[in-house]
């Protein structure tokens, strides 16, 4: 069975530091597709990034970066030089191949203060 | 802007009654799917719809129904509703299946009083 786990429920950093969000998968699928979401306090759900199973290079992307280590089940996602902008809760998403649907964590409150 | 639109935007009723929330999905997107989101389930899958017709089934209720139109928009109906149903209720889409990215629209926010 697929199963998503974000252990942080919430963190609060000052402006500027980094941080981590974690997130651990469980799934028997040899390929299967990981996501992260992003939902800020207006409320609907912006789409961050996907990866899939075999490809396990880390991504960056601006401030954002990807760890995806299969050895581990984990798909952590981090914020160098945080911002205001982004507090939101954060979600991690699991999609195994021929699932059709996305399976989220229970997401992580990220709160930037200024 | 994700291009999936919903509407309404909020929506409060009464126990016992129906409601139809609607969307529309992103511009070439074949699949459309429902999640809901409430404070004790988190986000979970409703139902997909693949170019008109049932794809995939979650946790939806037997009181929820869903379909998609020859046109790709897609209405999900919420019957003889309790309040437990409260919940943000999110349409998404994607070119294909669920191997794609999902975007998602606003929500509609449903309150059962």
């Known amino acids: 069975a697929q199963k998503v786990t974000q252990a942080q429920t919430e963190i609060s950093v000052v402006e500027k530091e980094d941080v981590t969000l974690d997130c651990v998968y469980e799934?028997?699928?040899?390929?299967?597709?990981l996501f992260w979401y992003k939902q800020p306090p207006s409320g609907e759900l912006v789409f961050l990034i996907r990866?899939?199973?075999?490809?396990?290079q880390n991504e960056i992307s601006g401030r954002y970066s990807w760890n995806f280590q299969k050895s581990t089940s984990s798909f952590n996602f981090t914020i160098t030089a945080s911002q205001v902008v982004d507090s939101a809760v954060y979600f991690c998403?699991?999609?195994?191949?021929?699932?059709?649907?996305?399976?989220f964590g229970q997401g992580t409150r990220l709160t930037i203060n200024p | 802007d994700s291009g999936v639109t919903q509407t309404p935007k909020h929506l409060i009723t009464a126990t016992g009654q129906r409601v139809t929330l609607r969307c529309s999905p992103r511009?070439?997107?074949?699949?459309v799917y429902w999640y809901q989101q409430s404070l004790d389930q988190g986000l979970q899958f409703l139902i997909q719809?693949?170019?008109?017709?049932?794809?995939a089934k979650g946790n939806i209720l037997e009181r929820f129904s869903a379909q998609q139109f020859p046109d790709l928009h897609s209405e999900l109906n919420l019957s003889s509703l309790e309040l437990g149903d409260s919940a943000l209720y999110f349409c998404?889409?994607?070119?294909?299946?669920?191997?794609?990215?999902?975007?998602f629209g606003p929500g509609t926010r449903l309150t059962v009083l």
């Open positions: 799934t028997r699928d040899t390929t299967y597709y």
């Open positions: 511009s070439g997107d074949l699949s």
């Open positions: 990866r899939n199973s075999f490809d396990e």
């Open positions: 998404a889409s994607s070119v294909y299946g669920g191997i794609n990215e999902q975007f």
């Open positions: 719809y693949y170019n008109g017709e049932e794809r």
């Open positions: 998403a699991l999609s195994e191949e021929g699932a059709q649907k996305l399976v």
